[in-house]
Nanobody, 120 residues
Framework: QVQLVESGGTLVQTGGSLRLSCAASGRFHSINNMAWHRRAPGKQRELVATITRTGDANYEDSVKGRFTISRDDAKNTVWLQMNSLKPEDTAVYYC??????????????WGQGTQVTVSS
């Protein structure tokens, strides 16, 4: 199995920046698409950003121009650089990864989440 561990969440003021990290460990053949999601209090989980193995990135409209997703496959790590943070960005942020196991089985791994709080 694969474990994803997020870090970097904390309390930050409006307009500030944070960089979230998500590192994958365990036995796997490859990691395919990686993504960041978030769940704000009282809301459904939403997809924030995705990145393919070739580095193609897509973003949810509200974060375009402010957030940047990146990855380093040598480190099995994906990052989310968040700039110009707003109170509405407050949420628990989760990373996910499409994983191919050595036997060819494919599944989506999830991290445990990291809390980002943006104060007004």
């Amino acid at each position: 199995q694969v474990q994803l561990v997020e870090s970097g969440g904390t309390l930050v003021q409006t307009g500030g920046s944070l960089r979230l990290s998500c590192a994958a460990s365990g036995r796997f053949h490859s990691i395919n698409n990686m993504a960041w999601h978030r769940r704000a209090p009282g809301k459904q989980r939403e997809l924030v950003a995705t990145i393919t193995r070739t580095g193609d990135a897509n973003y949810e409209d509200s974060v375009k121009g402010r957030f940047t997703i990146s990855r380093d496959d040598a480190k099995n790590t994906v990052w989310l650089q968040m700039n110009s943070l707003k109170p509405e960005d407050t949420a628990v942020y989760y990373c996910s990864a499409g994983v191919t196991l050595p036997g060819g089985h494919f599944y989506t791994a999830w991290g445990q989440g990291t809390q980002v709080t943006v104060s007004s």
